[in-house]
């Protein structure tokens, strides 16, 4: 069974950080492209972040180019993201996902249950 689980989200003011982990279990965490999601209050899901099998190649939904990293620990399968320089329009709940298709696309066939990330003053 397909299992991802997320953790690390919370309240943070303007600017500061956070770093979201999920733990994968079920696959050969290694063979499959991850990815963020989110979903703000009102909105539908929307992409976030892709990462290779490898890890060495990443990409990012403009709006969080030069904050966001998202990075695995194949060995531990985890992923992560962090985040720097928080918005309020990050507010959000954060899942991870597994992809399908290319690596950089936004397609994924399992997500988890997902970590509340407010921002706010």
């Known amino acids: 069974e397909v299992q991802l689980v997320e953790s690390g989200g919370g309240l943070v003011q303007p600017g500061e950080s956070l770093r979201l982990s999920c733990v994968a279990s079920g696959f050969t965490f290694s063979s499959y492209a991850m990815r963020w999601v989110r979903q703000a209050p009102g909105k539908g899901l929307e992409w976030v972040s892709s990462?290779?099998?490898?890890?060495?190649?990443?990409n990012y939904r403009d709006s969080v180019k030069g904050r966001f990293t998202i990075s695995r620990d194949n060995a531990h399968g985890t992923l992560y993201l962090q985040m720097n320089n928080l918005k309020p329009e990050d507010t959000a709940v954060y899942y991870c996902?597994?992809?399908?298709?290319?690596?950089?696309?936004?397609?994924?066939?399992?997500r988890g249950q997902g970590t509340q990330v407010t921002v706010s003053s």
């Open positions: 996902a597994r992809g399908t298709g290319i690596w950089y696309g936004n397609a994924y066939d399992y």
């Open positions: 990462v290779s099998t490898g890890g060495t190649l990443t």
